[in-house]
């Protein structure tokens, strides 16, 4: 009520505007259309504030609007006054209503001034890539001052920038060509804001091409327990429509809240498409946390060999925790662990083929997981020439090739300068990949054996890239923080959640029986070693 009081002098001061201005009204057929303008915007008013009126408060601002007009109909010649009233006060409003409109409609005119202007700068880039070639006579689709409405069509817009567009290139574009795609999707990117991630959709089939503007895939969630399946991991989060499911995941925020993501899972074990991984990227973009949090999931129900090739301590956290053999960055440890997960590999198979020959079809022979993760093998080995041991990536090569049907997975994780260096084994059996930070589109497509359909996003974090969880299947990746939990500079929050998620460290072993200790799944496994 206070509010309207002190409005009061504004409309009067409104009125008597239009009482000295007369002319602004225009011709007197614009009186009725400003009244019945005005008492649009009076009614929608008044609904509105209905509807913003909470339940409980109704009755009464209906009993008192229901009075009000009871004691204007009783009064001498009130609903004449109450006309008199409210007409000034409709055409004031209808005033206000007209002249919103028109700045309204300047407003979107010279917003789709700018939305085509936007596309007719996107349409002379691409003159040059689908122009026609010399020689043609028939008349071409791009060509300088050409109509782009001819070419575009379901565009989008957010403001003024363009988040959905479908156009047509003649068919005389060699779309086949890898690197004459690059090129159109790097105009693209340039000319739809490169701060942005597109996935451009080529339908050779009908010669068009759909660009759409990618949502940020969400960031700031740490290693956790996620709902999986027997044989399953979770590498990372992706696109919701990428994907079939989604896992309950606790947000990176102060609340520690629980939404929903769309995870990319990795299918490990004897019936794997892609049992083995190889994990790749530049320095610092997160390929040792990618290890650390496949090694916290693998630990659920199974035990995991860790070799450090770069011999820095990135997981000393792991070192003697239930189901962690060994933790190995010396040389000649992880020679001798990988030597002993190449006879466990033998041994394993022995036993499953053992047991087939006279198993029950309802009885199978119970195998625990075995994870080899090593992380920096082309470092390691170099280190093993210089100190005269046997290369360890030599020892890979029967877990490699046989550890699928022996329950055992390998992880490999290794920078882009060291790739030259793996051995065949390695890059050969690894058909699951993973592929972080800034990577060249050769590269790319080299490692994944295929490029995705999104561009590559700018100044990408930590853990943001690309996997292939099984072969055909190319995803957007966004990997969750696993960091160092000894390392100083680590965030207390991502810290605490690794922490939490360490297994327990057992208590004082029994004495060592007489004819000596059993290993995993009955083999000799080695020392748990601190780094």
């Keep these: 009520m206070l509010e309207k009081i002190r409005s009061l002098p504004a409309r009067a001061r409104g009125l008597a505007e239009a009482v000295r201005n007369p002319d602004d009204l225009g011709s007197p057929s614009a009186v009725p259309r400003l009244v019945a303008a005005g008492l649009r915007g009076l009614a929608g008013g008044a609904l509105a504030r209905w509807r913003a009126t909470p339940r409980d408060r109704r009755l009464p601002l209906a009993a008192v609007v229901v009075s009000g007009l009871a004691l204007v109909w009783l009064?001498?010649?009130?609903?004449?006054?109450?006309?008199?009233?409210?007409?000034?006060?409709?055409?004031?409003?209808?005033?206000?209503?007209?002249?919103?409109?028109?700045?309204?409609?300047?407003?979107?005119?010279?917003?789709t001034a700018a939305r085509n202007e936007r596309l007719r700068i996107v349409y002379e880039a691409l003159?040059?890539?689908?122009?026609?070639?010399?020689?043609?006579?028939?008349?071409?689709?791009?060509?300088?001052?050409?109509?782009?409405?001819?070419?575009?069509?379901?565009?989008?817009?957010?403001?003024?920038?363009?988040?959905?567009?479908?156009?047509?290139?003649?068919?005389?574009?060699?779309?086949?060509d890898a690197g004459a795609r690059t090129r159109v999707e790097e105009v693209l990117t340039a000319k739809t804001g490169p701060e942005r991630e597109l996935r451009l959709c080529w339908d050779r089939e009908h010669n068009r091409l759909r660009l759409t503007v990618l949502p940020p895939l969400p960031d700031g969630l740490c290693a956790q327990r996620f709902v999986t399946g027997p044989g399953e991991a979770v590498l990372g989060f992706t696109d919701p429509d990428a994907v079939d499911r989604t896992v309950p995941v606790t947000s990176g925020a102060e609340d520690g809240g629980v939404s929903e993501a769309a995870p990319v899972v990795w299918r490990t074990g004897s019936r794997a498409p892609a049992a083995h991984l190889l994990a790749t990227g530049r320095p610092g973009s997160g390929t040792t946390s990618l290890l650390r949090s496949l090694t916290l999931q693998a630990l659920d129900d199974g035990d995991v060999l860790l070799v450090d090739g770069s011999?820095?301590?990135?997981?000393?956290?792991?070192?003697?925790?239930?189901?962690?053999?060994?933790v190995e960055s010396s040389p000649t440890g992880a020679s001798a662990a990988l030597e002993w997960a190449t006879v466990e590999t033998e041994r394993r198979l022995a036993e499953l083929a053992q047991a087939r020959r006279t198993a029950v079809a309802d009885h199978p022979c119970p195998l625990r997981p075995l994870w080899i993760v090593v992380d920096r093998p082309a470092l390691l080995a170099h280190r093993a020439r210089t100190a005269g041991v046997r290369d360890p990536q030599e020892l890979l090569e029967v877990p490699l090739r046989h550890g699928r049907a022996a329950e055992v997975t390998v992880v490999v994780a290794e920078q882009l300068d060291g790739l030259a260096s793996l051995g065949p084994a390695v890059t050969g059996c690894t058909g699951a990949r993973v592929v972080?930070?800034?990577?060249?589109?050769?590269?790319?497509?080299?490692?994944?054996?295929?490029?995705?359909?999104?561009?590559?996003p700018p100044g990408a974090a930590p853990g943001r890239g690309y996997a292939r969880p099984a072969p055909g299947t190319l995803l957007r990746l966004q990997a969750p923080a696993a960091p160092d939990p000894y390392d100083d500079t680590t965030d207390e929050r991502q810290r605490r959640a690794v922490l939490a998620l360490l297994p327990e460290r057992p208590g004082p072993p029994d004495p060592a029986p007489a004819d000596g200790g059993a290993g995993a799944d009955g083999g000799a496994a080695p020392a748990a070693a601190h780094t």
């Design 75 to 111: 009064m001498p010649h009130g609903p004449l006054l109450a006309a008199c009233a409210l007409l000034p006060v409709a055409v004031v409003a209808g005033r206000r209503a007209e002249r919103g409109g028109a700045a309204r409609a300047a407003e979107a005119a010279a917003e």
């Design 311 to 326: 011999g820095a301590g990135e997981f000393a956290c792991f070192a003697g925790r239930r189901g962690v053999l060994t």
């Design 127 to 176: 003159v040059p890539y689908f122009g026609a070639p010399e020689g043609c006579t028939a008349e071409p689709a791009y060509t300088w001052g050409g109509r782009w409405e001819d070419v575009f069509s379901d565009q989008a817009f957010e403001g003024d920038r363009v988040t959905a567009l479908c156009l047509r290139y003649p068919a005389h574009f060699p779309d086949g």
């Design 436 to 456: 972080l930070g800034p990577v060249a589109p050769a590269l790319l497509h080299e490692l994944l054996g295929g490029v995705p359909s999104s561009t590559p």
